[in-house]
């Protein structure tokens, strides 16, 4: 797929990936009227144990008579509690313990994951390409700086190294970021010879996207922010934008009526292992943080599978 559509073009993304079209697209995805609809859980669902199928006609009548009989926020404060501190102690102690296991595993290769959980690898798969396609629309990625803000195991850092990027990859999780070390040197400094020299490794960090600090030309944060609410999101957006030259590539959970009731019933299903807590953000709000810093959005695309939905946006100075 290449992103080849004009600046400010509103595409979408899909299961096989289509490349950038000039329609316009509605950010509300197509309802048809299927037997059954999958409640997508962003972090508790993927052990499995927490998915709720039901039947499409019944989704606001099981929303209206559970949503009184459980307090998603009570368990939320309560993992806070736990760890003493806010969203960014709960988000840190989850992917350095029961989290990095979890995540490791979906973002690997492995065998051993169930049907949500792969379904889940292959949403954040095409998002990872998808913003692949954006950054090299404009040309080679050979020296060309990029911040990789939250980069898990690697998954995106990798690949620009192979393409030449001089990249610093950052990461909450002392754990990730170890593992994503890990498989870099794997993948980049093992069988090259002088014809084809090895890339440039990544430069890992174990750092909240607050500390970030430094220039470089592109700054990307795939599937970081539903970890934060809005209030917290604009100051982190206006950060990252910061640190950006050229462009800003993000992606978030999109908030529309329809996703803000499936994330709801499905935190009424926690089931046994603690997770993060799952923020959406309205795209409009995104939009609203990026101008108040002088940033327009310039590319759009929505990549959903059944069980994962992630908005992706490109923006650049206004």
């Known amino acids: 797929m290449a992103c080849s559509s004009p600046l400010s073009s509103t595409i979408c993304f899909r299961t096989p990936p289509m490349p950038f079209s000039n329609s316009k697209f ?11 609809f999958a409640i997508p859980l962003p972090s508790a669902a993927v052990d499995g144990t927490t998915l709720a199928v039901i039947g499409g006609s019944s989704v606001v009548a099981l929303a209206a008579a559970t949503l009184s009989l459980a307090d998603p926020e009570m368990r939320r404060r309560s993992q806070a509690e736990e760890v003493g501190g806010g969203d960014k102690e709960v988000v840190r102690e989850y992917f350095n313990s029961t989290g990095f296991q979890r995540w490791k595993k979906i973002y690997g290769e492995t065998d051993d994951v169930n049907r949500v959980q792969r379904d889940i690898r292959i949403g954040h798969a095409k998002t990872v390409e998808n913003a692949i396609m954006m950054l090299t629309d404009e040309g080679p990625l050979e020296g060309v700086s990029v911040c990789d803000a939250g980069c898990g195991t690697g998954c995106l850092a990798i690949p620009l190294a192979k393409q030449g990027a001089v990249v610093t990859a950052t990461d909450i999780s002392a754990a990730m970021v170890a593992e994503a070390e890990k498989q870099a040197r794997e993948e980049l400094l093992t069988g090259n010879d002088e014809l084809s020299p090895a890339p440039v490794m990544p430069k890992f960090e174990v750092k909240d996207l607050e500390s970030l600090a430094g220039k470089f030309d592109t700054v990307v944060c795939l599937d970081v922010l ?15 934008a910061s640190l950006a030259d050229n462009r800003l590539i993000l992606s978030f959970a999109p908030k529309t009526l329809y996703y803000d009731l499936l994330k709801r019933v499905g935190e009424l299903f926690p089931g046994p292992s603690k997770a993060t807590r799952a923020y959406l953000h309205a795209e409009a709000d995104v939009e609203r943080a990026l101008r108040k810093v002088g940033w327009k959005i310039r590319k759009r695309g929505l990549i959903t599978t059944q069980f994962y939905f992630s908005r992706l946006i490109e923006a650049v100075p206004a």
């Open 26 to 36: 509605s950010p509300k995805p197509k309802r048809k009227t299927p037997t059954a």
């Open 226 to 240: 539903i970890h934060y609410p809005q209030s917290k999101a604009d100051g982190m957006i206006a950060h990252l």
